[in-house]
């Protein structure tokens, strides 16, 4: 997606080979117009996929993941992070492990809002290890229903998230793939 | 907002006389349709207010708020929720008491996102004690920035945010304003 592209070329910031901050549009302040060309993209990507619910995590997938179900006519759903839940009875609970800030979540929805059969696509603003997206789709699987897919806004392919859910079976559509961050700029696939 | 009291109608689920459910469209379901119209309507109201900036506190608020964002062709700040910050420096941090969860949370602005002379659209889900949209106008403030408005989705009238806000000042605009809650139902304003 070029325009996201561009942005990140323009406000991206470095912070080292692993880490990129994109705060000035995507993670903390928001570019609306931006969230809702995603929005847009994806849907056009799913639009013969039987879509019945968007599901994300709070709080930086929350934007895309919106826009993504406002195009698609369908609910979005978010999952809460949480350290450790007492209520656990009407929820669906799985651990998320993350390795930017070492530290394992938990991350539940409720069983209300997640019925079987439902085709479920999973939007994330970043995929690194893949962590939050495979806590997300056992999550779906809990519930008897499919994944869809996994729209990514910024894939950072030189990490193994991607790969490995795309070994795993799942279908996984990322609108910008970053092969390298360094000080001398950021290196995009294709 | 009509579409907006029928959902609640339909859908909130009374746990109180103080505590209403919206969980099915609102706060961990979301409906998109129904948070554009919501954009629509807040940006209306403030088509000639000169907004630069909306700004909200995460997670919740984020939908309505981008949604506004939108529609007002501006960026959207979420201000993040965090129970002590060691990096301080380059962020407006404020106290907000939840009387909800019993708790104290900081909530966080980065300064390079609002800048003096800003006009900033405050827009969060809920209004009860008014503690979160006080924190986030003391932000915009510290800043030197200035409070256009404050947009509520859903007003709790039986609880003295809004009246607290309007006596400090500032202009409140909530969608859905209700002043009693009961096992036999929901009482609206006008």
């Known amino acids: 997606m070029k325009a996201l592209q561009d942005k990140i070329r323009q406000e991206g910031i470095v912070l080292s080979d692993t880490v990129l901050k994109v705060d000035s549009f995507l993670n903390h302040q928001v570019d609306p117009q931006l969230m809702y060309e995603i929005g847009l993209t994806f849907a056009a990507a799913y639009a013969d996929a039987g879509v019945t619910k968007v599901l994300t995590l709070e709080s930086s997938g929350i934007a895309p993941a919106v826009m993504t179900?406002?195009?698609?006519?369908v609910p979005l759903?978010?999952?809460?992070?949480?350290?450790?839940?007492?209520?656990?009875?009407d929820l669906y609970i799985?651990?998320?492990?993350?390795f930017?800030?070492?530290?394992?979540?938990?991350?539940?929805?409720?069983?209300?809002?997640?019925?079987?059969?439902?085709?479920?696509l999973i939007i994330d603003d970043f995929l690194a290890y893949g962590e939050a997206a495979f806590?997300?789709?056992?999550?779906?699987e809990a519930a008897g229903a499919s994944v869809a897919g996994i729209g990514i806004v910024i894939e950072k392919s030189f990490q193994e998230g991607a790969s490995k859910l795309r070994e795993a079976g799942y279908r996984v559509d990322s609108l910008a793939r970053?092969?390298?961050l360094s000080p001398e700029g950021i290196a995009f696939a294709e």
Not at 69 to 73: I, N, P, S, T, Y
Not at 135 to 140: D, E, H, N, P
């Open 94 to 98: 799985e651990q998320v492990y993350s």
């Open 100 to 120: 930017t800030k070492q530290v394992a979540s938990e991350v539940a929805i409720s069983r209300k809002f997640l019925s079987p059969g439902e085709k479920v």
């Open 69 to 73: 179900a406002l195009a698609l006519k």
């Open 135 to 140: 806590g997300m789709a056992r999550i779906v």
């Open 77 to 89: 759903v978010f999952a809460r992070k949480q350290k450790s839940l007492t209520l656990r009875d």
């Open 178 to 180: 970053i092969t390298a």
